[in-house]
Each structure stands twice: as structure tokens, then as C-alpha cells.
């Protein structure tokens, strides 16, 4: 795997505060790895709590979209808009993801076809894995012919 370049932020099609990884740590032709903490000033944080389980699902398609941005800048492209399909067997071993903690979010490609792909995903601890799933995504070539129709029902 190899060192990221750029910042989370010019590879997913999210603004601030939906930006909710920290760091690519490392990526390769069918892989990446990102990093955050889980911190008081994270958007889903729960005082008393720390963030749910269900919103890693969010951070393991992140992770995808960030795998799909690198791809794109990578070719001279721009980052696209990607949409979340299906979740498959999300399986987390906590409830909470507690404060202070630092999480590695890996994603590994196992199937793709044109827009479609499938992710097998892992949020892990220094003590292990707290939570895995298969992530089912779809980038279309122009998102805009989507969001436009579903304006229009």
C-alpha cells in the first residue's frame, strides 16, 4: 500500500462536517485504509456515550468513496458522487465507539463492475475489530440524472 497525498476532504463529495474521517493512511489498487478519533467535537457524538455503532456504516462508506476518489484523481478525473446501495451482514462488537478512540477503517474491493462494487469493510481498535460488513455501492458516470428524477417525484 501506498502513503495518501491528499486530504480526505478533495476525495469524497462531502462538505465539513459530513467529512467524518481523519486521515487516508495507506491505498493500493483494491484497497484503503483511513483513520479518525473519536472525539467530543465529531459530529454524531453522544456526551456520556460516545458515537453509536450504525454510524460506522457511514465511515466504511466513506471509505469507499475516498478509495473511488483516489481512483479519479489518479486518471486526471473529478470526484463523483457515489450512493450507498446495500449493507450486508453489519456485525459490530460494541455499541458505542468511545471517546478518545482511534479507529482504523479499512475497505477491500471484491467485486466491481462499470459503477458497481462491493466492499468487504472493517473498523478496528488497537484491540481488535469492532465492527465489519459488505458494503454494496454504485457511482454513476452523472449522478445529476438521479438527483434531477428524484426532484421531479
Same mark, same amino acid.
Given at each position: 500500500m501506498a502513503a495518501c497525498p491528499h486530504l480526505v476532504a478533495d476525495l469524497v463529495p462531502h462538505a465539513p462536517p459530513m467529512v467524518l474521517l481523519d486521515e487516508i493512511l495507506a491505498w493500493d489498487d483494491a484497497s484503503l485504509s483511513a483513520v479518525l478519533t473519536v472525539r467530543p467535537d465529531s459530529l454524531f457524538f453522544e456526551p456520556g456515550q460516545g458515537i453509536a455503532a450504525h454510524v460506522g456504516i457511514e465511515w466504511m462508506a466513506q471509505a469507499? #468513496?475516498?478509495f473511488a476518489g483516489l481512483e479519479a484523481k489518479a486518471? #486526471?478525473?473529478s470526484v463523483r458522487l457515489g450512493f450507498l *446501495? #446495500?449493507?450486508?451482514?453489519?456485525r459490530a462488537t +460494541? !455499541?458505542?465507539?468511545l471517546d478518545g478512540e482511534r479507529l482504523v477503517v479499512s475497505v477491500k474491493q471484491v467485486f466491481r463492475d462499470g459503477g @458497481? #462494487? +462491493?466492499?468487504d469493510c472493517r473498523i478496528e481498535a488497537e484491540d481488535g475489530a469492532r465492527a465489519v460488513a459488505q458494503l454494496i455501492v454504485y457511482q !454513476?458516470?452523472?449522478a445529476s %440524472? %438521479? *438527483?434531477s428524477q428524484?426532484? @421531479?417525484?
Open positions: 469507499c #468513496g475516498a486518471a #486526471g478525473e *446501495l #446495500g449493507t450486508r451482514r453489519y +460494541v !455499541p458505542w465507539f @458497481m #462494487g +462491493v466492499f !454513476p458516470e452523472d %440524472i %438521479i *438527483l428524484q426532484a @421531479m417525484e
